[in-house]
């Protein structure tokens, strides 16, 4: 059984949460998200907590309901805080700008990358070389980039292209003479 989808999800002051059938909405400050949960999985509101059952014993009802109760914490994160994502372009001559609703990646092709920006996102350039993703759906905001990243992923010789920060890119030497 999952150890995850026993917790029940508290919904904190500020944020209105209804559940519809499968139907599960969210609205705080930062927006109104809603999650469908699948049919195997059993969603209640009670004393404002959501909490998440398995309706059948099945195994793909007990696979599914940890997912359903991190969805939807994520709605409940995603309309308080919100998530972000940070991304870092190394390389001679790469660089990020905003242009208006678009941002404008300079990636050492022939020609300027210009990604529009979806709704719902907001995509910041604090330097050059840096480029946030926030907004309040996880999934989109990941989404996002990881579309900004497979521009140029980073390639393993001289570590050039778009990474998330932190993350490891795994070096190889170069040839030998």
Same mark, same amino acid.
């Not at 195994?59 to 409940?76: F, W």
């Not at 994160?77 to 660089?95: A, M």
């Given at each position: ?17 209804? %559940?519809?059938?499968?139907? =599960?909405?969210? @609205?705080?400050?930062? $927006? ?8 195997? %999985? /059993? %969603?209640?509101? /009670?004393?404002? *907590? =959501? ?5 059948? !014993?099945?195994?793909? +009802?007990?696979?599914?309901? $940890?997912?359903?109760? +991190? *969805? ?11 998530? /972000? @994502?940070?991304? /870092?372009?190394?390389? &001679? ?12 990646? +300079? ?5 300027d990358v210009i990604y529009p920006i979806p709704e719902g996102i907001t995509i910041t350039v604090p330097k050059p070389t840096e480029i946030t993703v926030a907004g309040s759906d996880v999934q989109r905001v990941g989404q996002v980039a990881a579309e900004i990243r497979s521009y140029r992923p980073p !390639? ?5 292209? &778009?990474?998330?920060?932190? !993350?490891?890119?795994?070096?190889? !030497?170069?040839?030998?003479?």
């Amino acid at each position: 059984m999952s150890r995850v989808g026993k917790k029940p999800v508290t919904v904190p002051s500020g944020v209105t949460a209804t %559940v519809d059938g499968q139907t =599960v909405k969210m @609205k705080g400050p930062k $927006g109104q998200l809603q999650f469908i949960v699948h049919d195997d %999985v /059993e %969603v209640k509101l /009670e004393n404002g *907590q =959501v909490k998440v059952k398995p309706r059948t !014993e099945t195994n793909r +009802a007990r696979a599914l309901y $940890g997912t359903a109760r +991190a *969805q939807v914490a994520n709605l409940v994160e995603g309309v308080t805080k919100g998530f /972000e @994502k940070k991304l /870092e372009i190394t390389g &001679v001559g790469y660089r990020a700008a905003m242009q208006g609703k678009n941002l404008q990646l +300079a990636l050492g092709y022939s020609h300027d990358v210009i990604y529009p920006i979806p709704e719902g996102i907001t995509i910041t350039v604090p330097k050059p070389t840096e480029i946030t993703v926030a907004g309040s759906d996880v999934q989109r905001v990941g989404q996002v980039a990881a579309e900004i990243r497979s521009y140029r992923p980073p !390639e393993p010789y001289k570590g050039k292209g &778009v990474k998330y920060v932190g !993350e490891f890119i795994f070096r190889k !030497e170069g040839k030998k003479k």
